[in-house]
């Protein structure tokens, strides 16, 4: 395995165990099989995945899209092994949706961000030249 497939193997773990661990950590917490029944879900939660989905796109810029979706994607899986199968999972779905398309811009954000420095970084020593 290359250094490339093995940073992007570390950062998928990272992401997915980030993802379970923040859903785990709130269920804990509040008491709840479903974090996002509590408003530190919406407060540190998804402030944290975010965060770490924008800084997997800064530092592996290839897959965004990826990253964004591997932040939640366990979270889903562990609702459907933990809860009732409802009708209302429907509506849980969407919501993990929306929040895996917030993830990828995030991570597209930064990816953006990185694109911006480097190209700020390669203008100033072209400049000092």
Request: charged letters at 10%; aromatic letters at 14%; glycine letters at 6%.
């Amino acid at each position: 395995m290359n250094l490339l497939a093995k940073k992007q193997l570390f950062i998928s773990a990272t992401l997915s165990l980030t993802g379970l661990t923040v859903w785990l950590t709130i269920s804990g917490i509040t008491n709840d099989v479903e974090a996002w029944y509590s408003d530190q879900y919406y407060q540190i939660g998804l402030p944290i995945m975010f965060l770490t989905a924008a800084i997997a796109g800064f530092i592996a810029p290839s897959k965004p899209w990826l990253w964004g979706v591997l932040i939640v994607i366990l979270q889903p899986a562990f609702i459907f092994t933990q809860a009732k199968i409802t009708p209302r999972i429907y509506v849980g779905v969407l919501f993990f949706l929306a929040f895996m398309v917030m993830a990828i811009g995030f991570a597209y954000l930064g990816t953006i961000l990185r694109s911006l420095l480097k190209n700020k970084a390669s203008k100033t020593a072209f400049n000092l030249n």
